[in-house]
């Protein structure tokens, strides 16, 4: 899943937030910097 978050406005701008999804998880980190590479990571995690 590659997506941006989404902001959500309200009337009151106090109400106003913001959507996103997170990922929680545990091994061995690699850091990757191509836009591709982490929409296909982000992707196959979803997908497990």
């Known amino acids: 899943m590659c997506n ?3 902001p959500v ?3 009151a ?4 937030g913001y959507y996103y999804s997170s990922i929680i998880g545990n091994g061995t980190v690699e850091f990757i ?4 590479d982490k929409c296909h ?4 995690m979803f997908f497990q």
């Open 4 to 6: 941006e978050g989404e």
């Open 9 to 11: 406005f309200m009337d």
């Open 13 to 16: 701008p106090c109400n106003s």
């Open 33 to 36: 910097n191509r836009s591709e």
């Open 41 to 44: 990571a982000l992707t196959a």
